[in-house]
């Protein structure tokens, strides 16, 4: 199968699973919270946002990008500028919970994006992979438009395609957990 046919049936997919939201809550988002685990040697501060679109249905829809700065270390550790940044599309699969609340598992993929700058500004590596992630999480309304969220997702690289243009998913070396807690906006 080939990686064209892998993204054009991914794209059905995800146009498949926002139809029924038609009708559906917008939301909006920003969260901060720390990166963990995988390849970090030390938690990081991370922070983004989210333009969520969910109906009274399970399924739903999300836009989510996050950005961790100093991810492989600060200055006294890496002598440099770095960071981790993510731009994600993902399905959830939620449930409603007492008269306000919704839990909600997601998945999806996008951009994981990492830079490396030396302090010197001698070398500068940027590197743009596919990347996949998965999780849980929670939000609870106080009003009818304001509520807070909190969740856990796993995030992974995709290695680089083989050359044979023949569909070999192989998942990258690159990985780190993300727990974050932010503020809700229901239209």
């Known amino acids: 199968m080939k990686l064209r046919t892998v993204f054009s049936l991914s794209a059905t997919l995800v146009a498949l699973a926002a139809a029924p939201v038609v009708h559906a809550d917008t939301m909006l988002s920003g969260h901060a919270g720390r990166v963990f685990g995988g390849d970090l040697n030390d938690s990081r501060t991370t922070y983004g946002g989210a333009l969520t679109f969910m109906g009274d249905g399970a399924f739903g829809f999300e836009i989510e990008g996050g950005h961790t700065p100093d991810f492989f270390g600060d200055a006294d550790d890496f002598l440099g500028n770095n960071n981790v940044s993510t731009l994600m599309g993902s399905i959830l699969l939620g449930s409603r919970f007492g008269q ?88």
């Open 100 to 187: 306000s609340g919704r839990v909600y598992a997601s998945v999806g993929g996008g951009l994981l994006k990492s830079r490396v700058e030396d302090i010197d500004q001698f070398f500068e590596v940027t590197r743009n992979d596919f990347g996949v992630s998965g999780g849980l999480g929670a939000m609870v309304f106080f009003t009818d438009n304001l509520g807070l969220r909190g969740d856990v997702r796993y995030f992974r690289n995709l290695g680089d395609p083989e050359p044979d243009n023949e569909l070999d998913i192989d998942f990258g070396e690159f990985s780190y957990w993300r727990g974050t807690a932010g503020i809700v906006l229901k239209f």
